[in-house]
């Protein structure tokens, strides 16, 4: 394996080919425990990325649907990362946070979240933030 930063300052954008990546580049597709999954596209040299999101849950019970992510992690072992997710079957916006570790050798995003649902009104401000927590693993890249 190649050492990190040096690997990741010679270039501009980063290979989809996983057997490439270092490991916690979030590039590529990921599932989690409520079997719904991620796929990031390229990682900028600045950490900056964007992707979709296939739900497998919603509020309304409705089928999986897939929606627009971008976010940032930082070029580190076990980098910290967040990103914004756009639900398109929704108003709702739903913000990730977490850390990429190394678990016996393989990785994991160990996240938290928060949903800000559409309140009709301020009064009903108080009750529009919904909190989690769900963990990731990598998906096996399918050609
Ligand atoms: C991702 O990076 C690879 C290798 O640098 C490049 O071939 C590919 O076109 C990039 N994909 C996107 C969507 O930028
Ligand atoms: C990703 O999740 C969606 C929605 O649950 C599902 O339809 C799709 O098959 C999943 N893809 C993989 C690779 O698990
Ligand atoms: C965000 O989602 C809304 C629909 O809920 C859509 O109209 C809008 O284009 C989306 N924005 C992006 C950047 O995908
Ligand atoms: C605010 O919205 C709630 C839920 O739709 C509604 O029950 C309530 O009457 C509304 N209050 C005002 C002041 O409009």
């Known amino acids: ?27 590529g597709k990921w599932k989690n425990d409520l079997d719904s999954n991620m796929t990031i596209r390229n990682v900028t040299d600045k950490g900056e990325f ?42 709702s916006i739903t913000v990730f946070t977490g850390q990429c570790f190394i678990d016996e050798g393989k990785e994991v995003l160990k996240t938290m979240w928060l949903l800000r649902a559409h309140a009709d009104n301020i009064t009903s ?15 096996p890249s399918q050609k």
């Open 1 to 27: 394996r190649v050492s990190g930063g040096a690997w990741l300052l010679g270039y501009p954008l980063l290979p989809l080919n996983l057997s490439l990546l270092p490991q916690c580049i979030l590039t």
């Open 50 to 91: 964007s992707g979709i999101y296939y739900t497998a849950v919603t509020a309304g019970g409705s089928s999986p649907k897939e929606s627009p992510l971008v976010g940032y992690q930082h070029l580190s072992e076990e980098p910290t990362f967040g990103f914004t997710v756009n639900w398109t079957f929704s108003d």
């Open 125 to 139: 401000d108080w009750k529009a933030t919904l909190v989690g927590i769900n963990v990731f693993t990598r998906l």
